[in-house]
């Protein structure tokens, strides 16, 4: 049985632990765990809450609507990774904009978005360059890839994220979190021995794990295991992810960016969380190229997926879940992206639900 050692586990927690909350940071494993019906098999009293993980559902409204106001400009081709067209802004996504006639341009890599600026030397292309260290490595090398070959006409707006200091905020907003199954992409580049220190201010276990159920349970087991004997670390348990990462690629990300302040959904404002371009790279910059006016952050009506990304509400919770809000028409960014957790629950989970429409 797949989860009998789980179960063994928790067994062993006793009555001192009854109810354990573990949160997976990774919009991956929120979808690997509600498409193989993970859920279902896990102890009574084991809960896995989403967590701050899907790049989508992280970006600020106001970004999302800096992007539509300069698609609608008409003075850039806007390159995207294909979630974020879907993305409602205040005035409407950037699918939107593009029935109105703006250019706006699916791409799956940061390069390809060069490749773009460098096929159409008559016209700015920006690339929307969201994510976490998974991707700021590939933003950085198409930056430098642009320097090189001289192609004034690209530029990015980033929104990229840092995945530490929002567990950080979490854990010091009193978040009930008794573990964290660490995003096994995210780790691929940071290394497991970046959490060392959340472990050891807070006491938190930090294990990283893949996608697969056989992985997600390992980590589970893992995280168990430590609060059994008291002893929380961070580890890996996924072979793909060494003890400190892969240093060339935050090498890269050091070479063209430098930390900086950013606004998450839900989350505010977190210091040092996001990246900046340094200044010997800020040509590349499309809000300042541009000139692009400060958005104003909100949340749309009736929407919790603020709370549910960070592990105060399922998505059965909100009351516009599988009624107003569905992924043909989505309300917010968790129904939207691939990783959402709302999109995971309505597709795999929603019929062992109750559901007010």
């Known amino acids: 049985m797949l989860c009998e050692k789980l179960h063994n586990l928790f067994d062993q927690l006793g009555d001192a632990r009854s109810v354990v909350q573990i949160m997976e940071v990774c919009g991956t494993h ?30 600020d409204q106001a970004y999302i609507d800096q992007a539509v106001f300069l698609a609608r400009s008409g003075g850039a081709i806007i390159a995207t990774y294909g979630d974020m067209v879907r993305v409602p802004g205040r005035e409407g996504g950037l699918g939107d904009a593009r029935a109105g006639g703006a250019e706006v341009e699916v791409v799956y890599s940061a390069d390809q978005a060069v490749t773009v600026a460098a096929e159409n030397p008559d016209k700015e292309v920006v690339f929307l360059a969201v994510g976490f260290e998974t ?17 004034d006409n690209f530029s990015i707006l980033s929104s990229h994220k840092l995945i530490l200091p929002a567990m950080r905020t979490l854990l010091a907003g009193g978040a009930a979190i008794d573990g964290f199954l660490c995003p096994g992409h995210v780790s691929v580049i940071l290394g497991w021995k970046a959490y060392e220190p959340i472990v050891r ?11 697969d159920p056989g992985q997600v349970v390992a980590g589970l087991e893992e995280i168990l295991a430590e609060l059994i004997a008291e002893k929380p670390k961070a580890c890996s348990v996924y072979p793909a992810v060494a003890e400190r990462g892969n240093v060339e690629a935050l090498g890269v990300v050091d070479r063209v960016f ?22 010997q790279f800020a040509g590349f910059d499309a809000a300042e190229r541009f000139e692009l006016p400060v958005m104003e952050s909100y949340q749309p009506a009736g929407c919790r997926c603020g709370e549910v990304i960070t ?37 795999y989970e929603r019929r062992s639900c109750r559901v007010d429409s």
């Open 30 to 59: 929120t979808m690997s765990i509600a498409s193989s019906g993970l859920r279902s098999l896990l102890p009574t009293g084991l809960t896995l809450t989403s967590g701050p993980g899907c790049p989508v559902c992280v970006t």
């Open 135 to 151: 991707t700021s490595p590939g933003t950085a090398m198409a930056v430098l890839r642009a320097s090189r070959e001289g192609l």
């Open 201 to 211: 201010d807070y006491g938190t276990p930090c294990v990283v794990a893949g996608f």
């Open 258 to 279: 430098t930390p900086c302040d950013a606004v998450w959904r839900a989350l505010g404002e977190i210091p040092a969380s996001g990246l900046k371009l340094r200044k």
């Open 311 to 347: 592990g105060r509400c399922a998505p059965v919770d909100c009351g516009l879940f599988a009624g107003k809000c569905t992924p043909r028409s989505p309300v917010g960014p968790c129904m939207v992206s691939s990783e959402g957790a709302c999109a995971a629950a309505y597709k």
